[in-house]
């Protein structure tokens, strides 16, 4: 019976990764349920207090971007939107590993407890003008015209439960200029009609996020340049180093794409660096994910302050963000804590979690059972 065995081994698998999946998107915070204003008439049923405290839990150091989340939940579940747009547009700048992405996976664990709950084109993959199909749909007389399919999910685009839906543009600047071109429909009328007419996609219900990291090799050398002068010292630097890149970020974005383009997004966010001062908060937010998974075996870790200030300080690149830090935490914590599980973990019958502290002794991080 090969083949049912086969069968098994699929389903165990596809069962095995939803659960993974499932642990790993769970929110730290409750999930959101009804405001409780039934009163007024409107087609979304979320709080937005509870949303928007899910989102600050994972996102850190960006206090303009989630102020400008905050107030377009608020236009959104009082229902005001133009019903011929999309409610909110918003396009996220700044160099990589401050959280851009993060902040949308986030907004989506908020609205439906999953961070997967979002419709994402990598718009690196659509790079080169004969790409566009996938997202326009195929040319009439192509293949694929009559069905109309695109890469976009229409069930995330619209949204569930109440919730408006989620959609992601990420790397918007690889983009060849014909799909970019494509989305001042979407902008303006809330609607992406295929290439062949036979389908139109709604983006009416759909908030729209776009990101970029357009500039980040000039961001790059203007830190080192800002790090390595006399300048720094000076009373004012940091604001005054953070408006000139915010000015010089608006600059490129006018510079690589149309003013018809700048002109339809909502909002314009520039993220800020991921500063010394975040990171052990940012440690932190790693253990609480690496936690989530570990709920599986009933246990959970737990850092010592000394194993904290270590790997804040040796994660810390400002270049990197937090993607330097989150290899620190695989390198330092998680792989010797899998061969540390792998070696000694044993099933005693006992009740409750099991407690690790990670304490940083001679030089390496070792794992200690509490109790």
Known sequence: MPFINDMLDSVERDNADREALAAESRSGVAAPAGDGNDALRSRYRFDVDAVMATVRHEVRGQPQALDAIERMLKVVRADIADPRRPPFTALFLGPTGVGKTETVRALA???????????????????????????????PGYVGAKEGKTILDQERLEGRRGRPGIVLFDELEKASPEVV???????????????????????????????????AREIQRREQAAQSGWRRFLPGARAAATAGLQ??????????????????IDNVTVFNWIERDLVEDLVDLEIDRLNRRLHKHGCRLQLT??????????????QYGARALRRTVRAEIEVPFAEYLLSSFADDGAAGERVYDAQRRGGSIRFVRQG
Request: glycine share 8%; charged share 20%.
């Open 109 to 139: 664990r908020g609205l439906y407890g999953d961070a997967d709950a979002i419709c994402r084109v990598d718009m690196n993959t659509l790079s080169q003008e004969h790409y566009a199909a996938a997202l326009t749909g195929a040319p």
């Open 181 to 215: 071109q494509a989305l001042l429909n979407v902008f303006d009328n809330g609607q992406l009609t295929v290439a062949s007419g036979e389908r139109t996609y709604s983006f009416r219900n759909a908030l729209v996020f776009m990101t970029s990291n357009l500039g």
């Open 247 to 264: 000015s010089m970020l608006r600059d490129r974005l006018n510079e690589a794409f149309s003013p018809e383009f700048v002109n339809r």
């Open 305 to 318: 302050a000394d194993t904290r200030r270590y790997l804040a300080t040796v994660g810390f690149d400002r």
